[in-house]
């Protein structure tokens, strides 16, 4: 699917609903801090499915949550094809246009696929994490602070676990110091001997503190 002709903006769930809709002479658009943002691109897990098929046209929506919030994604007609064949528990990576109903937001896709790699969740933080140190941003009032944002201010885990997590990160930098400094991920469970949970929190903490950065989607790299 050709994401790339679409100009968007990364942005959590939690900055999106910050957001608000006008209408301007050019039609309605999404304003974010002063900017208008024509397209946004989140990705997130399905947590609810709903479909209506006596509407016309027929309507689906799901709610996506990112670890910041949860948000609607609405698709009417053909448009909602990959919500048809989605189930909850489904990654979905969307690309829309930021709408309101009753002063309540939600995404119109553009373009909207499965995400099959889990992987590509964690490049897309990536992006985000990345992003928000450069502009050097906060959000205010959020679930997430910028720039340093891991999957550990999202689920904290206990003492047991942040000790196994930070095991786990020196094993995948001395991994990766021991394969000229980059790997694929899909070897790292098997390389490390830990979960593909414990490796992703791993990674999200590499990835917020610059120890780590992506080449590739399926690659990470040390700094």
């Known amino acids: 699917m050709a994401f790339k002709r679409y100009p968007y903006q990364r942005l959590y769930v939690a900055e999106i609903l910050k957001g608000t809709e006008i209408s301007g002479p050019a039609g309605n658009s999404f304003v974010l801090n002063d900017e208008s943002i024509p397209r946004v691109r989140i990705i997130g897990t399905i947590v609810r499915l709903f479909h209506d098929d006596n509407a016309s046209p027929r309507h689906s929506r799901a709610i996506i949550d990112d670890g910041s919030g949860t948000i609607s994604v609405r698709a009417w007609g053909p448009d909602r094809e990959p919500l048809l064949n989605a189930k909850q528990g489904d990654i979905l990576d969307v690309i829309g246009k930021a709408r309101s109903f009753n002063e309540v ?3 119109a896709p553009v373009l909207m696929k499965i995400v099959l790699n889990p992987w590509w969740e964690l490049y897309h933080r990536m992006h985000l994490v990345r992003a928000r140190a450069s502009q050097n941003m906060q959000l205010k009032g959020g679930t997430i602070t910028a720039p340093h944002v891991s999957s550990e201010s999202i689920n904290k885990p206990n003492g047991t676990e942040t000790e196994r997590i930070t095991s786990v990160i020196k094993k995948i930098v001395d991994y990766l110091k021991a394969h000229e400094g980059e790997s694929e991920f899909d070897v790292l469970p098997e390389a ?12 999200m903490t590499l990835l917020g503190n610059g120890e780590i950065y992506f080449p590739q989607p399926n690659i990470i790299k040390l700094t």
Do not use: C
């Open 192 to 203: 490390i001997g830990e979960t593909d949970l414990v490796i992703r929190e791993a990674i």
């Open 105 to 107: 937001l939600y995404i």
